[in-house]
């Protein structure tokens, strides 16, 4: 990684992946008991399939030459903020591999190769059926069904028109909801839910493309305060027939879930516009009747939850907030609710059940939010049994029948380390991939140090502090600030991220003090730790980086007339408002991709936060920086990329207009076919070298 004086360099810190980051992806346990991941090849962003028998690890299936990414495939991967190529997922079901490469299907069935489904080209959202011989999937705005064996397909919707698709999750649901799903196939193979999503009253919004072919993308984006998608439910037969048509529930303003129940019913969950209320609803698909499971309100607003997973014995697991903190709680058919866990620590998913479904298997935050473990507990009542050990993160998959499961652990000082376990603890564990020289002591590079700091109110945060390893007595260094800030992200945890943080671990190395600090707002410690950004942005988020900054000017030997603070997105947001509203503190800042007016930001975030203009003007008043502008003391530098669908280039072109207005100079730096999400080499080295330089420059900090 490093040149052999042992020094990072430029062309380290744009390295994907990032070291340590060779190790297991998307893990899953196979039909057969096997352990199925995808590898990504040495020194490359490649993945191939792989399986596990328990001893030996064998290559399945080699990433085809899949060409370049369609349009929609390219959205999708800025959906999902996914980096790599070759084989990007998988599905196995009935002996049959069905895996994605490109923008094009593949499939393996008994004795064959690995061979392109042709008959799905240009389709999203395959789903294999458990059968292993049929695909449903989304083409040209309507779901069809392929059957493998003779390449018969039956188109199950009909009526997509520009702006009406079937079978598609919208932007708002793939964005902000975590719902990339547009239809769901019952248990019994018998029925398909699809959504039926129109916009045609939405507004078209240009996306121009500017380099050596001009064209331009045309998006319909729900912007603050104006009108979302239209979606409602269609069911019709798997077999093909007559649609079923079901509106959301009166107050309801998204679809966020669905799952078909084992009887035959469609579970979906719908919550309202200000995401304060929401509603779990059955669905008979025979009938068409709807009946209410379960609702729930909060304030000041909802996190939503997983999907409801139900038991073989009745009932089902859900996850609730009400008591504070995210927690396990066990369902009844009749919409009662009783709680399984309890404590000032988080359960962030369920990872599954028993095969007797006397145990759920929970992955559950634990040190004040720095840790992520893995614990099973007794739907019967009872204290939780951790299953894994050792500070870290511990992000696991768990087997079908509970009895298993793969640990990926990671902490500081260590790359994720993947071992197979079972649930009793009775079995010695198997090593799955261990890196053995990508350490932080042979890679060279020194953890960070985890601190806790007091917010401006006094509540502890948790943070992280790099040190330039030549730091000497009696002198002072620069601070850069490395942001986030927002709501709903964690940046600070006990983990290797933090260690291979390779732009932090470079301004270290260059004689710059680094500081990341989840402020008031941040993820991963309950809702009193989340609710004082409520309708606020841009308030108490600065309130706590400027009291970092004062707390390490205090503790470190660091000169307080030489602070510089970076961040991207919700990041770039606070690194403008920092130099606006804190040009005391902040000399310099480089803000990526910011938002500068959330009025023109989408729907479903925003709105969760701050409500709309209408009814919190003030509000987004004083979140809004081009009205700023004139307070600019300090140096500034933005990135965007133009092609941007997500935080628009218009963004930043305000902003710019608003300072040129007031003779203000800033440097702007323009990517012109980039997105949200810098992927070309070239260009994550351009921004990598603008970034230290701008801060060499601006900080004083010699060559």
């Known amino acids: ?30 039909e057969d008991g096997q352990v199925a991941y995808l590898l990504p090849r040495e020194n490359s962003t490649t993945l191939d399939l792989w399986r596990h028998d328990g001893q030996v690890a064998r290559c399945w299936a080699l990433a085809p030459e899949a060409g370049s990414y369609s349009l929609e495939e390219e959205l999708h991967r800025e959906r999902l903020r996914f980096a790599w190529d070759g084989i990007t997922s998988y599905q196995t079901a009935g002996g049959t591999l069905l895996a994605f490469a490109g923008s094009g299907a593949w499939v393996q069935t008994a004795g064959e190769e690995l061979r392109r489904l042709t008959e799905t080209d240009g389709a999203s ?26 390449g018969q397909l039956t188109t199950l919707t009909a009526g997509a028109q520009e702006g009406v698709s079937h079978g598609v999750a919208e932007f708002a649901a793939q964005e902000e909801l975590g719902r990339q799903e547009g239809f769901w196939v019952s248990p019994d193979l018998k029925w398909l839910a699809f959504t039926e999503v129109d916009e045609r009253h939405i507004p078209l919004f240009p996306i121009v493309h500017q ?40 107050g309801s303003e998204y679809l966020a879930r669905a799952v078909w129940t084992p009887h035959g019913e469609l579970a979906f969950l719908v919550i309202d516009r200000p995401q304060r209320q929401m509603a779990w609803h059955l669905l008979d698909p025979e009938s068409g009747a709807v009946r209410l499971l379960f609702e729930e309100s909060g304030l000041p607003w909802l996190n939503l939850p997983q999907a409801l997973t139900f038991l073989p014995q009745g009932g089902f697991l859900t996850t609730s907030e009400r008591s504070g903190f995210r927690h396990l709680y066990l369902g009844q058919m009749d919409g009662s609710l009783r709680q399984l866990t309890d404590g000032p620590w988080m359960v962030t998913a369920l990872a599954g059940i028993s ?178 950004i409520d309708r606020a942005f841009g308030t108490v988020e600065l309130e706590d980086q400027v009291a970092a900054v004062r707390w390490a000017c205090a503790n470190e030997p660091i000169d307080p007339a030489r602070v510089g603070i970076h961040g991207w997105s919700y990041g770039g947001f606070i690194t403008l408002t920092a130099l606006l509203k804190a040009p005391d503190v902040f000399r310099a800042g480089v803000a990526g991709a910011p938002v500068t007016d959330f009025r023109h930001y989408d729907t479903a975030y925003t709105e969760r936060y701050m409500g709309t203009d209408l009814d919190n003007h003030g509000g987004y008043e004083a979140a809004a920086l081009p009205p700023l502008a004139d307070r600019l003391e300090g140096e500034l530098m933005i990135i965007h990329g133009m092609v941007d669908e997500n935080v628009h280039f218009r963004h930043t072109a305000r902003m710019q207009d608003a300072l040129i207005a007031v003779g203000k100079g800033v440097e702007l730096v323009i990517l012109p076919a980039s997105r949200h999400s810098v992927r070309r080499p070239e260009l994550r080295r351009l921004v990598a070298e603008k970034t230290v330089s701008f801060f060499r420059r601006t900080l004083s900090v010699p060559r």
């Not at 990072?8 to 390295?15: A, C, G, K, N």
């Not at 959202?125 to 040209?140: P, T």
């Open 355 to 532: 095969q007797d479904g006397d145990q759920a298997f929970i992955s559950h935050s634990a040190d004040g939010g720095l840790d992520l473990q893995l614990s099973a507990v007794s739907l019967s009542g009872g204290e939780r049994r951790q299953l894994t050990k050792g500070p870290g993160r511990h992000h696991c998959a768990l087997s079908p029948d509970g009895r298993r499961f793969v640990d990926s652990h990671d902490d500081p000082s260590h790359p994720p380390i993947v071992h197979l376990h079972a649930t009793s603890a009775t079995t010695a564990a198997t090593v799955l991939h261990h890196d053995r020289l990508a350490d932080a002591a042979s890679l060279n590079l020194t953890p960070p140090q985890l601190v806790s700091i007091p917010a401006a109110d006094g509540r502890p945060l948790w943070a992280t502090l790099y040190r330039p390893p030549t730091a000497r007595a009696g002198s002072l260094y620069p601070l850069v600030v490395a942001a986030y800030s927002g709501p709903h992200a964690q940046m600070v945890s006990r983990s290797w991220d933090l260690t291979a943080n390779l732009m932090s671990q470079y301004l270290a190395q260059e004689g710059f003090f680094v500081l990341t600090v989840d402020g008031r707002g941040s993820f991963g410690r309950g809702v009193a730790h989340e609710a004082p």
């Open 1 to 30: 990684m490093a040149t052999p004086s042992g020094r990072l360099t430029i062309s380290d810190l744009i390295r994907f992946p990032r070291p340590g980051g060779l190790g297991p992806q998307q893990i899953s346990f196979l």
């Open 125 to 150: 959202g395959h789903l294999l059926l458990k059968d292993g011989q049929q695909i449903v999937f989304c083409r040209a705005g309507e779901v069809h069904l392929l059957r493998l064996s003779d």
């Open 211 to 250: 380099g050596d072919s001009v064209f331009t993308e045309w998006h319909r984006y729900p912007f603050v305060g104006a009108k979302n998608a239209k979606v409602r439910l269609g069911i019709v037969p798997l077999a093909g027939g007559r649609v079923r048509w079901q509106e959301l529930p009166a």
